[in-house]
């Protein structure tokens, strides 16, 4: 059942017209300027704002008290009519009129009427635009993002009505503690991925009601399947709901939302109906963005894959965006844009990329181009661009023409305490276990590939060399740890024979002084990083 803003006319003629005659009436004709349409306004039955008192004067709430006057139109003619609230049944119920400058019926045949709330008192006669509150934390703010009309509605003269609905969606949010969590107090809740349509917000913070409950208003708008739509923020960290489903925000509906809070992000445990007319909503399990954007560090802190690749795409745009690890990410069955470009030290990464002793796993990257499109985590690390504490397993594959580097094709910055695990083949470019050429101001300290190199030019550690390259060891099939040596200065060692993995560690834990992690032999024999004690 669609509650709505019923507005029946005031059918009563007025007293004293003794001048209209009963032939005329029977004519369906009426005296001119003697019955001026009247309206009483009813029926604005919504469900109440929590916390909101009765006498709230919002249209959200059913109270007609907020609003002072409304804009009519009839005819293509625009009018401004007065609003009174009757107290009668707690302003549920209005009477429009204008003592002024009415319109006036002049026969008994219907007519098509429009009426909107609020009006544009620069220019009454246009219906404005849809625009809410950006922060709808007060609730003044919040009430007042609300819009009503009634549009293009067939009026009778013994029984005339207007049917006025919201214009706005309503959205409420009912938060729960889950796993990680005892309580949601203290959460900020916000509407995200809007529309900005009409000068609306992307995004919307909501209005604390009351416990757990937060509510906002919308312009009414389709958010995308797979987009952040509701976001928690609680105890340090940001929550997103991503719905299955498209959300389609319909004037008019409300829908009402609980998730359940995770430490590793929220659960949405249904939709249901609340006031308003019934909107869509979808059960099912919902999960974060897996990752916390720090604005003021421009720092990605990363801890699920969906998260380092919303951090790839975001550096793809702006190469200084910074990225920390907090768990091991898997990169199965994803794909992965190399970041950077290696042509130069100011075209590659420019940022700190700090794995924090975490490892990313299952990357891997074929290519089949003849423009030299390379394999790498890394195109370019730029000048002023640093790699540290970070373990990756790789397979890379470059088919026909391009080079593959574990963590970089080329480095013009610093890479520190890395290590690369895994098969990299390059038909006809170079192959290096860490990075295939390191020029310039490259630094490379500390760092270990293990695995196989395929099939020319190839280096354990890098393929091309003219800086530094420091404490480094690999094991595998390369011959050497650098293919072709420029003048640079180069400490890399090869593990076989009397040489172990546990000297490896020995060797290049020294030349880690000032960093955060170091080096230990692993339960598979091969160096793991572990947090300074």
């Not at 000048?383 to 593959?404: F, I, P, R």
């Not at 170079?430 to 390191?438: D, E, L, P, T």
């Not at 060399?465 to 404490?471: E, G, I, K, L």
């Amino acid at each position: 059942m669609r509650h709505r803003l019923f507005i029946p006319a005031a059918t009563a003629l007025l007293l004293g017209l003794a001048a209209c005659t009963q032939d005329e009436l029977a004519e369906g004709m009426l005296p001119e300027g003697e019955y001026p349409v009247v309206i009483r306004a009813t029926g604005l039955s919504v469900e109440a704002t929590p916390q909101a008192a009765p006498s709230t004067r919002a249209t959200v709430d059913g109270d007609w008290q907020g609003v002072q006057t409304v804009a009519l139109s009839v005819g293509g003619t625009v009018k401004e009519y007065d609003v009174t609230a009757s107290d009668a049944d707690d302003y549920r119920s209005a009477t429009l009129s204008s003592d002024t400058d009415p319109f006036w019926w002049t026969s008994r045949e219907d007519i098509t009427v429009s009426a909107w709330w609020p009006i544009d008192k620069a220019d009454i006669t246009r219906m404005p635009a849809v625009k809410v509150a950006e922060d709808q934390s007060k609730l003044a703010d919040f009430q007042n993002s609300d819009f009503i009309s009634a549009e293009n509605q067939t009026v009778k003269f013994d029984d005339p009505k207007l049917t006025f609905t919201h214009r706005t969606a309503r959205v409420a949010i009912e938060l729960k503690p889950g796993t990680g969590f005892t309580s949601v107090d203290g959460a900020t809740v916000s509407l995200v991925s809007l529309s900005t349509d009409n000068g609306n917000p992307t995004a919307i913070q909501t209005y604390h009601a009351s416990g757990n409950s937060y509510e906002a208003l919308t312009a009414p708008q389709t958010v995308a399947k797979g987009e952040p739509f509701i976001r928690v923020e609680l105890g340090g960290g940001n929550f997103y709901f991503r719905p299955q489903n498209d959300v389609v925000l319909e004037a008019g509906n409300r829908y009402t939302y609980t998730v359940k809070v995770n430490a590793t992000g929220l659960t949405l445990e249904g939709c249901t109906i609340g006031g308003w007319e019934p909107g869509q909503g979808e059960s099912g399990a919902a999960e974060d963005l897996g990752y916390i954007y720090d604005n003021t560090t421009k720092t990605y802190t990363v801890y699920n894959a969906d998260g380092l690749l919303a951090w790839n795409e975001a550096a793809q745009s702006d190469l200084s965006i910074n990225c920390t690890l907090t768990a091991d990410i898997d990169l199965t069955d994803e794909t992965w844009t190399p970041i950077g470009s290696g042509f130069g030290p100011d075209n590659g990464y420019q940022g700190t990329f700090d794995g924090q002793g975490h490892s990313i796993t299952g990357l891997t990257i074929t290519t089949n181009t003849t423009d030299g499109e390379h394999a790498a985590l890394f195109d370019g690390i730029g000048s002023d661009g640093t790699v540290k504490n970070l373990q990756v397993e790789v397979n890379y594959t470059v088919q026909q023409n391009g080079a593959a580097g574990g963590i970089a094709y080329a480095n013009y910055g610093t890479i520190t305490a890395c290590s690369v695990k895994g098969d990299i083949t390059a038909n006809s470019g170079a192959v290096g276990g860490i990075a295939v050429s390191n020029l310039d101001t490259g630094i490379i300290t500390a760092c270990w590939y293990n695995g196989q190199l395929k099939e020319r030019n190839i280096g354990g550690i890098v393929s091309n060399n003219n800086n530094t390259v420091t404490a480094c060891y690999w094991g595998g099939n390369a011959g050497q740890g650098v293919n072709n040596n420029m003048g640079g200065t180069v400490d890399a060692t090869k593990v076989e024979g009397t040489t172990t993995w546990q000297e490896a560690v020995e060797g290049m834990n020294p030349a880690l002084t000032g960093n955060d992690y170091q080096w230990v032999l692993g339960t598979d024999d091969l160096p793991v990083l572990q947090k300074k004690q």
